[in-house]
């Protein structure tokens, strides 16, 4: 079993920024894709940015120059830098791996951006 270990979020204002770490379980070469989504109270989870074992990208444009994804595959983990934080980026933010061996969730890690 794969678990995904999510740390980093908390409470910031508005303009302000924060870097999320999700730690795995199992080497990164395990997964062919990671990501981060995030969930809003009231709505529906939405991708946020994730990146390929080859390292292609994808970025939400909601958040497109904002956040940037990168990972440390000698640490097994993928991180989220958030700049320019806004009120509208407040959720609890979900890690997610896919690979041959599933697809794995950690539990969230909240962030809340205050005006």
């Known amino acids: 079993q794969v678990q995904l270990v999510e740390s980093g979020g908390g409470l910031v204002q508005a303009g302000g920024s924060l870097r999320l770490s999700c730690a795995a379980s199992?080497?990164?070469?395990?997964?062919?894709?990671r990501g981060w989504y995030r969930q809003a109270p009231g709505k529906q989870r939405e991708l946020v940015a994730t990146?390929?074992?080859?390292?292609?990208?994808m970025v939400a444009d909601s958040v497109k120059g904002r956040f940037t994804i990168s990972g440390d595959n000698a640490k097994n983990t993928v991180y989220l830098q958030m700049n320019n934080l806004k009120p509208e980026d407040t959720g609890v933010y979900y890690c997610?791996?896919?690979?041959?061996?599933?697809?794995?969730w950690g539990r969230g890690t909240q962030v809340t951006v205050s005006s």
């Open positions: 997610n791996a896919k690979g041959g061996l599933g697809d794995f």
């Open positions: 990146i390929t074992s080859s390292g292609t990208i």
């Open positions: 199992k080497s990164a070469f395990s997964f062919n894709d």
